[in-house]
């Protein structure tokens, strides 16, 4: 008796302990990160197109490394690696190859986004701006080096994973604002910066992302230097404060969200510093790291019990003949392939962390460029618009209900400028009756872009 007495009680005790175990196997947060230089070998490379301006604007010398930075969370059985590359954009197909890739270099299953920073004076991954019209600037080299360095900086940071808990923090200020001119109406910009920090339970920090919306441009269209621009002065600034790998995120940058035309004073001379210089891209990359570790001061840790990723296919009519033609060309090199009426294929996604049933953070991933009236609302009806009577889409950020949402611009594709439907305007007259054309349309695939995006998502959330 004595005997079966303790048996039932090693029994239990086995169950209990297999219990708390399953319990902890589900619950417990993980967190890892890994970073890798991309900077192109401009012999190795040769010959290496700055994209993002006009065409055949050849790269003469290096100022600073551009990245691939990956932040690795693990809960409830969701793996998922988010990657902040320093590009002006990567297509679906090269994304897939960095996903094939940092797989084969792990064990078990993990989700993988790669979002590219839209910066501007790096090289041409997408072959809009080789040497001429219709020629590609792709160097394959290059875009293979980028999936190589990203599949490593990936699978490092899942190999990296450690007990760990997170802080996220929020922020908006009319400073944020003013890094940003916006060049379209309705001047909106979706400029609140959201911050995710991770740290060992040993309290060593593991990573920082920052999301936050504003093209990497401020070298301008002169500059023959690659730099990631004002991001390379976030990481270093944000790595001083806080440690840890920092990871950055571009979030709805289209309609047009430039640092280039807004005003930034430069507190060393109390003048404005100019367009088109190293000094304003760091004026505006250190003051958002220094925003954003102030923002998370107050933070507390914040319990997360699972992570879960979702993502969709989806199509969308191609109407622009410029990218039609470009295709044709084989500006592209094989990637972006479209079918013969002119259809693309692109992923929308939706990350969600959440505690019990509580969403946490929620993340939007949409596949290029989104104007911010699609992100936080205020899409305007204007006269001369080409589809007067076009339902309005939902802001994306007011879909989703966790206290702290991200959106990610350019994630896992580039198709260019997403524009609000009822706003779109290839036609005159031109919106507000405008004397010229508004710029937008000539980087956008289409008008229906925008609407099937929201659907998409709208679609992905409802899954909750
Ligand atoms: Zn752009």
Redesign the pocket.
Known sequence: MRRGRSARFGAALVALLLLVGAGALRAELRAGAAKRPITPDLEGHAPVFLA?FGLNRRATGIHDDLWARCLALEAGGGRLVICGVDSIGLFYEDVEKIRAAARSQLTGPADLVVASS?NHEAPDTMGLWGPKLGVSGISEAYNAFVVERTAEAAAEAVGSLRPATIRLARFHSPELDRFIHDNRPPVVHDSELVILSAAGRDGRPIATLVNWAN?PEALGSKNTLVTADYPAHLYTRLEELLGGVAVFVNGA??G?QSPLGAKVIDPATGAEAPDGTFRKAELIGRRVAELAAQALGPARPVAIERVEYHEKLISIPVTNVRFLKAAEAGVFRGRKVMDPQAVTTTPVGWIRLSRGQRPVLEIALVPG?LYPELSVGGIERYPGADFPEAPLEPPIKKLMRAPYRMLFGLANDEIG?IIPKAEWDENEPWLQNSPRRWYGEV?SVGPEAAPRIVAALQELLGKR
């Open positions: 993002g839209h093209h940058v289209g047009m460029e400028y980087n």
